[in-house]
């Protein structure tokens, strides 16, 4: 009876460790994509889920989708891509106007409430390629910087996929 | 012991009764489950109006808002300069069709262009062959011919040209299916899911069996 409570307790143990470990290897890659891909240092926004669509034949415009979380707050107060990719980006908003069509409109600016999720997603946000210089094609990516007021500039691979 | 079972019969025959006088009481032979879009009263009439069909190489065609026999089209007003709504409609279509698997043959596509200075019949072409192999690109000849469409399924667009050569262009959301009557029988939302566009679409299949057999 003694050896089996002192086996259980043993299990339990090794459980627990088990799950410390595995919660702490899995935290930590969770986070890195998103701080620390591309050649930028960390501007402490997690970027999550950022994707751009494949482009339709023929078609010169694009969009990237994406969730942000500043733990502190911060602003996304400005963005490029490179010239081989698309001539212009821009973050863009749509809004149902008074006769219930949808309108996009250009913000200048993106702030980021501290611990909110800002959600980058069809029929609401979404930073937009004008003048693209290729087609974007599944399964290639190619960099983004983005530029916080506090977290400074970043960096980052812009996988291309449905969603 | 056949007394413990009295007690149900009311309530069984009475299941019974639901289940023979329900199905055919709401038009749905094998009716199950409720419509996820819009449908309204008194369906609107779209089967008289007409807009130009183009084809990259083609002679232009008349195409009218009515299904085939035995089918459904499906219709959107949109651009191919559109970043967001538009491939997203398209695409959750692509993907409510690989859902219905045969039955995706019996839905004709159709994409209507707002911004014909813009979407040529070659644009058209190259844009929708993207996502389907086969669809019909709606191309208004003229202003009256689009406002006509507009007006038909109580859509709405505007195109304002900027100085910079880019266009601003507004335009009504919704996706529309249309019957072999010529009658808008759900309408969707932006942002309506795959798997709900494509049990709709299951839904007003069986409607239709259910209709040709009768």
């Known amino acids: 009876m003694n050896r089996r409570t002192h086996s259980l307790s043993c299990l339990v143990l090794v459980a627990i460790v088990g799950m410390a470990a595995i919660t702490g290897c899995t935290q930590q890659p969770g986070r890195l994509p998103a701080a620390s891909e591309g050649a930028a240092r960390d501007a402490g926004v997690e970027i999550r889920a950022l994707h751009a669509r494949p482009s339709p034949d023929g078609v010169t415009v694009g969009a990237i989708f994406t969730t942000f979380r500043s733990d502190a707050g911060d602003t996304l107060v400005g963005l490029s891509v490179p010239a081989e990719v698309a001539g212009r980006i821009e973050i863009h908003s749509m809004v149902a106007n008074a006769e219930g069509q949808m309108e996009m409109h250009e913000i200048p600016v993106l702030a980021l409430p501290a611990g909110e999720d800002v959600e980058l997603k069809p029929g609401g946000m979404h930073l937009m390629l004008f003048q693209l210089a290729r087609p974007l094609v599944e399964g290639q990516s190619f960099p983004l910087t983005l530029r916080f007021a506090r977290g400074g500039e970043k960096v980052i691979e812009v996988p291309i996929r449905e969603d | ?214």
């Open chain 2, 1 to 214: 012991m056949p007394n413990r079972s009295l007690p149900f019969r009311p309530f069984l025959l009475g299941l019974i009764l639901l289940a023979a006088l329900g199905a055919p009481a709401c038009g749905r032979p094998t009716g199950s489950g409720k419509l996820t879009g819009h449908t309204r009263p008194l369906a609107k009439q779209v089967g008289g109006v007409t807009i130009t069909e183009v084809r990259a190489g083609q002679p232009d065609t008349a195409f009218a808002f009515r299904a085939a026999p035995g089918r459904l089209l499906f219709t959107f007003f949109g651009f191919t300069h559109c970043p967001d709504l538009c491939p997203t409609t398209l695409g959750d279509l692509r993907k409510a069709l690989r859902r219905l698997g045969e039955d995706s043959g019996r839905l004709d596509v159709s994409f209507i262009t707002v911004d014909p200075d813009r979407d040529s019949a070659e644009v058209m072409t190259r844009y929708l062959r993207s996502f389907f192999l086969v669809s019909h690109a709606l191309r208004p000849a003229s202003r009256q011919e689009l406002l006509a469409v507009q007006a038909a399924f109580g859509a709405t667009s505007s195109v304002t040209r900027k100085a910079d050569g880019d266009s601003d262009v507004a335009h009504t959301a919704a996706s529309y299916i249309v019957d072999d009557q010529g009658r808008v029988v759900v309408e969707w939302d932006f942002g309506t899911k795959p798997a709900d566009m494509a049990a709709d679409l299951r839904i007003l299949f069986d409607r239709q069996n259910g209709a040709a057999t009768r």
